[in-house]
């Protein structure tokens, strides 16, 4: 295989946010690409999150609630939470090394354009970025835990 037309494609895929990428060879003396298959989410639910006004929460699921509808607490006020969702399917990880601080962690103050994590997937580390200020309220994925598209990763109260 030609590594330098690989080294092309790793790059498009990095720099253009592919979700997956699927090449079919022929036998292994000609190693030329049959078929290249190419998925890609789209751009705008990505790394974006999507506001919605999520009442306080209990510490665990109330009986008879589904685990991931939000629990009703006893004061009527609301906060308006911003929800950060996985934009691929991969291994989310919270540090960018296993002996490292994690990127963000409940309270912590972030900046739009921070760092939250790194999605593993066909082994390329991409960096989601916060697309808000304001202050982490929950990390709901545990470390090195597999993550689906559309998957809920962060609350973040904004600023």
């Known amino acids: 295989m030609d590594m330098d037309w690989l080294r092309g494609l790793i790059k498009l895929v990095e720099e253009s946010g592919v979700d997956a990428l699927d090449i079919e060879l022929v036998g292994s003396e000609l190693g030329d690409p049959t078929r290249v298959r190419i998925r890609k ?27 991931s509808a939000p629990a009703a607490s006893d004061t009527a006020s ?3 939470l911003f929800e950060v969702f996985s934009p691929m399917v991969g291994t989310f990880y919270r540090a960018s090394a296993v002996d490292a601080d994690p990127f963000v962690s409940v309270g912590d103050r972030v ?12 082994k390329l ?31 973040i109260e904004p600023n």
């Open 125 to 155: 580390m991409n960096e989601l970025q916060s697309d808000i200020a304001g202050v982490v309220r929950e990390v709901a994925v545990e470390n090195a835990e597999p993550v689906e598209f559309g998957e809920l990763l962060f609350r």
């Open 78 to 80: 609301s906060e308006l």
């Open 41 to 67: 989410s789209p751009r705008a639910t990505a790394a974006a999150g999507v506001a919605a006004p999520i009442v306080g929460s209990a510490p665990g699921p109330q009986a008879g609630a589904s685990p």
């Open 111 to 122: 900046e739009a354009g921070q760092t939250l994590c790194i999605l593993e997937a066909m």
